[in-house]
């Protein structure tokens, strides 16, 4: 199995399900069977997928239905090796700290701004 997965960083739920032929219902089975797709809430609501959550999601597609190996070996062979495109960090399913940083120092300039303002 050999999907070219198009230069992008994330994936809505749609384009996941289409790269990967499966079902939604599969993903949702996986993301709670394995911890490493970990898809972000989208402010619409929707899931979205970064490239190494569908990296992970193409892997154990590869072990579980090509390989036909059993859930307990896909969540070891997870937990020993990132896949081998993946240069990303993992990450874990709270919003990045730069994301925070900058929101903070927005609400800073805001304040400044409202007492400029006011005088």
């Known amino acids: 199995m050999t999907v070219r997965l198009p230069q992008r960083e994330q994936f809505s739920r749609r384009d996941v399900e289409?790269?990967?032929r499966l079902d939604g219902r599969v993903l949702d089975y996986w993301e709670k069977e394995f911890a490493n797709?970990?898809?972000l809430?989208?402010?619409s609501g929707e899931k979205?997928?970064?490239r190494r959550d569908v990296e992970v999601l193409l892997q154990i597609k590869q072990w579980l239905v090509e390989e036909r190996l059993g859930k307990e070996e896909v969540r070891r062979?997870?937990?020993?090796s990132p896949p081998v495109?993946?240069?990303?960090?993992?990450r874990s399913r709270s919003r990045p700290q730069p994301l925070n940083e900058v929101r903070a120092r927005l609400r800073e300039i805001l304040t400044i701004l409202d007492k400029d303002d006011t005088n």
Do not use: F, H, N, T
């Not at 062979?77 to 020993?80: A, G, H, N, P, T």
């Open 37 to 39: 797709p970990a898809p």
């Open 18 to 20: 289409r790269l990967l």
């Open 48 to 50: 979205v997928y970064s």
């Open 77 to 80: 062979r997870l937990e020993l």
């Open 85 to 90: 495109d993946s240069a990303e960090p993992p």
């Open 41 to 43: 809430i989208g402010k």
